[in-house]
């Protein structure tokens, strides 16, 4: 057995330990695989109900704007969801970029297994006492940013241009007050609540903002791309 053998043995991982952390990683890997595509799903349930509450509120000069709010409440429904599927997204992305970083990343650099800043033992804490890394309302507030807020805003603006221009513009504020009643509802009640449901969207991505983990990283792209560069040679 080479010097390389002797000093993973002497730190507990043999070819054998190696191998069962590959396979952990691959199974960490799967899971925050599987959570990423149950995001997608709620995203996509909220992309395939806007569009038919667009579809049905535009569909006549008579049609009535009620589906734009209807759907809003929800696609709140399923930001709920997802900022609840992104937590636990998050909770096995978090261990497999250990993995990635910690593990596979002194490897490659030919230094072997190193643990000397103990993340073996953190990993391990972490299998005993689970626990999640972000909280309810940063993830709320991450998923609001990245998908929800544009749905709302498409939602909010055709809501808008339904009372304004459709079917014919306005000509006075009575009128429209009365395009934005719903029923018994008077038409300033549906504003007003419909500028606290979107404002209150946009002060939890704001709050949230200031939270995110990452921040202050660079997000620039390199200069030179050595990755693509080294994928270019041995292609």
Known sequence: MGD?????????????????LAHLYRGELYRSTVWRSRLDATTNWAVVTTGLALSLTFSSAAASPLPL???????????????????????????????????????????????????????YEDYRRPRLHISYWDALGRRLRKNYGWIFAMQAAAYAGKLVIHPVPLESLAELWERASVGPIPGQAMLLAGLCFHGGWAVIAFLTLRARRGRGQARTLPRQDRVLDLARETA
Not at 4 to 20: D, Q, R, S, T, V
Request: no cysteine.
């Open 4 to 20: 390389g053998g002797k000093w993973h043995e002497a730190y507990g991982f043999g070819a054998a330990e190696i191998g069962a």
């Open 69 to 123: 709010v209807l759907v809003g409440l929800l696609v709140a429904v399923f930001l709920h969801i997802e900022a609840r599927r992104y937590r636990f997204f998050d909770f096995w992305r978090v261990r497999a970029h250990i993995l990635e970083t910690q593990f596979f990343g002194p490897i490659l650099l030919g230094h072997g297994v190193q643990t000397e800043n103990r993340w073996n033992e953190v990993l």
